[in-house]
């Protein structure tokens, strides 16, 4: 009887410690599930440049290393047009983009606020090294333009358009627009539908002019992947290249507005340092001439 007993005890002690276990992991999950529910989840639309370039990521996380917030962005790369119109129908709450035209459009309808104007590169037309249409010799980037068309007319040349609606497609629109001249329906004039990385590798494979964000063709050529295309044209005055920071006016982003304020806060402080820092020669800070810059980006948006 005694040893049942005791039998039955060892048993009663083995299910405890079972059970106890059992409890013990239910709890470290609940409290696992609890943290990540706790964890703000936002979503941010960029323009592509950023992303290819490691710039946002790298921001984004010294940004949550800096304040400590328990927050997860989650990121998606797109052309400046279509990470404006996510950002204006509340799919994403933060955009980052390089489209003044466009950007004033989704502000003059109340759907964006500019949290921003952050940072700056230029643009720049890279063709084939042997530069059939001589545009290196250009006083322009808009010369630059009237040369590519003439020697693609002359069967010389090839263009590459991104004709994505991005940022770089909405400058190459404006620029082909002030040479008075319509290239869209020509043969040499091709369109990829892509981002910048693909558009440079066609042109740099088929040897074809393109228009081009300094700081991807700067990325790619410094890993060796292109070799026969090269900067041709530098215009900094028709060719300046801004970037800004944007918040979605959508109900559904409310929740964090703060947040959005705090990393635009960290990028126009801490953040200038870090982007002199670390992307020197891709992207340049704006700190020093804030006003300057925000002059600028109004007059390329067409805003008095």
Same mark, same amino acid.
């Given at each position: ?5 005791? #039998?039955? /005890?060892? %048993? ?15 709890? !470290? ?22 992303? *290819? ?10 940004f949550l290393n800096k304040t400590g917030l328990n927050v997860r962005f989650e990121v998606l790369a ?13 799919? =994403? ?15 003059? *309808?109340?759907? !964006? %606020? *500019? ?7 230029? #643009? !720049?037309? $890279? ?9 290196? %010799?250009?006083? &322009? ?19 590459v358009s991104r004709n994505d609606y991005s940022g770089t497609h909405t400058k190459e629109i404006q620029?082909?627009?002030? =040479?008075?001249l319509n290239p869209y329906n020509r043969q040499w004039y091709l369109k990829t539908g892509q981002g910048?990385?693909? =558009? ?6 088929? &040897? ?10 700067? =990325?790619?050529?410094?890993?060796? %992947? ?14 300046? &290249? ?19 304020? *705090? ?10 340092? #870090? ?10 800070? $704006? ?16 805003? /008095?």
């Amino acid at each position: 009887m005694v040893t049942k007993m005791v #039998f039955i /005890k060892r %048993k009663y002690k083995s299910y405890l410690y079972v059970a106890s276990i059992i409890c013990i992991s239910i709890i !470290v999950y609940i409290n696992y599930v609890i943290l990540l529910n706790n964890s703000t989840v936002i979503r941010v639309s960029t323009t592509y440049s950023l992303e *290819q370039m490691g710039v946002l990521k790298l921001l984004l996380n010294d940004f949550l290393n800096k304040t400590g917030l328990n927050v997860r962005f989650e990121v998606l790369a797109r052309g400046s047009g279509e990470a404006l119109r996510l950002l204006a129908d509340g799919s =994403t709450c933060i955009a980052f983009t390089h489209a003044p035209v466009l950007e004033a459009q989704y502000m003059k *309808q109340g759907k !964006v %606020k *500019q949290l921003a104007v952050f940072a700056y590169n230029e #643009f !720049v037309i $890279v063709g084939p090294v042997k530069d059939p249409a001589n545009i290196i %010799k250009a006083v &322009n980037a808009i010369e630059a333009f009237k040369r590519i068309y003439i020697a693609g007319e002359e069967g010389k040349a090839l263009f590459v358009s991104r004709n994505d609606y991005s940022g770089t497609h909405t400058k190459e629109i404006q620029l082909w627009n002030l =040479t008075r001249l319509n290239p869209y329906n020509r043969q040499w004039y091709l369109k990829t539908g892509q981002g910048m990385i693909q =558009t440079l590798i066609i042109a740099d494979n088929i &040897n074809a002019y393109t228009l081009s964000d300094i700081g991807t063709y700067l =990325t790619l050529n410094n890993n060796s %992947k292109l070799r026969n295309i090269a900067i041709l044209k530098k215009d900094l005055q028709n060719l300046i &290249n801004l970037y800004a920071i944007y918040f979605s006016n959508s109900e559904s982003c409310i929740y964090v507005r703060d947040i959005a304020d *705090q990393l635009a806060d960290y990028i126009m402080k801490e953040g200038q340092d #870090f982007i002199e820092t670390k992307f020197k020669g891709l992207i340049n800070p $704006v700190k020093g001439h804030e006003n300057e810059f925000l002059v600028i980006w109004k007059s390329l948006a067409g805003m /008095k």
